[in-house]
């Protein structure tokens, strides 16, 4: 495997929810890769710096007695309830996306099988790189950048694929300028 | 916390929830002092502003007055509260946004800025420095990201742990948690901090 698939599992390896066969891989690849070797040692710095700092130092809050005040507040209205109105809006707001949604879906369907024609033409221009990211839009393959507050239609963390094409094909305005209009054209971004 | 400890803490928590459904505010007062301390941890890591840690904490005991009849004992009753919590989190933090005062006070970019800025208000650099960092850094990710990060490693809560809570899929806090690590691995590295 190369080391762009093996990033991720050095990532998640503290979760004991890679495979035996997961953790082989990693194993064997990171004793014949210094720089996986350098990550996976950065990536346990980190973990353990995360576990042992002390997040109260500055936050009092947590020693503060508060109970006198939450039970004062108790039959209060809660700030965001007991208005008709905002229920009502809430409703017509629903029906607006309901309608949206549907009207996003019928189009995102119909971007992909466009896409799919214009994919079967090769474009010489392009990188190597670029025609890997475009053969995964093609075979929907490209969930690893999803945004997932975005979902079910699914737009890409731009911020995360430039970043992984920065990485993989270095840094390369032209690359960036197609993968942006190859993600515009799937329907994966505005 | 061993396994007899966790039994007590939950067999007290059950008592208080049954007197509490009676109308019992008293067990309620008992209840908010049991929790407060952890909640306010919690939210703390997620927030940054301190008055909106306060302003959540109190959001979040009210609501659990308000619907402790809908908790029906499917989970820990910990872990029902924790979500209430992290959800009252995600609403403010939208708020914040929309009012645009997410705003963190400070990115310690590197060790050096943090040392010249707040380095001498605090007792140990090398550990409460290092939270302040972290948290600081946590506000620049996603709210999912940030969500799953200060679950699973600051709570050092199990994933399927952080799958109750957040109601996210196993597979969604993985890879959120794979960019979270990321960044904050990145930033920690470049500023000299591991």
Known sequence: ?190 | MNNLQTTIHENQDDKLVSLIRQGNAVAFGHLVERHQPYIARIVSRFLFREEDTREVVQDTFIRIWKHLDDYDGHCRFTTWIYTIAFNLCLDKTRALKRRREDRFPADYETRADYQGDTMEQVSDPDQAGLGNVIRSLAQQLSKVQRLVFVLRDIQDLPVEEVCRITGFDAGKVKSNLYYARKFIREKLEKGGYI
């Open chain 1, 1 to 190: 495997m190369k080391c762009r698939d093996i990033e991720p599992l050095i990532y998640l390896v503290r979760d004991g929810e890679l495979t035996e066969q997961e953790i082989s891989i990693v194993s064997e690849h990171i004793q014949n890769c210094p720089r996986c070797r350098e990550l996976t040692r950065s990536v346990k710095a980190m973990t353990s710096a995360v576990l042992k700092a002390d997040y109260d130092k500055d936050m009092p809050v947590a020693e503060e007695i508060l109970t006198p005040r939450i039970l004062q507040n108790l039959n209060k209205p809660s700030r965001s309830y007991n208005f008709v109105m905002v229920k009502v809006a809430a409703a017509c707001l629903l029906l607006i996306l309901a309608s949206t949604f549907i009207s996003q879906e019928r189009s995102f369907s119909r971007n992909r099988t466009d896409l799919q024609t214009r994919l079967q033409q090769e474009d010489p221009g392009l990188s190597d790189c670029i025609r890997e990211l475009r053969r995964k839009i093609h075979y929907h393959s490209i969930a690893a950048f999803a945004r997932p507050d975005t979902l079910p239609v699914n737009l890409i963390n731009e911020e995360a694929l430039t970043a992984y094409v920065r990485e993989n094909c270095g840094y390369n305005a032209s690359d960036i300028k197609a993968l942006k209009k190859l993600l515009i054209q799937a329907g994966l971004s505005n």
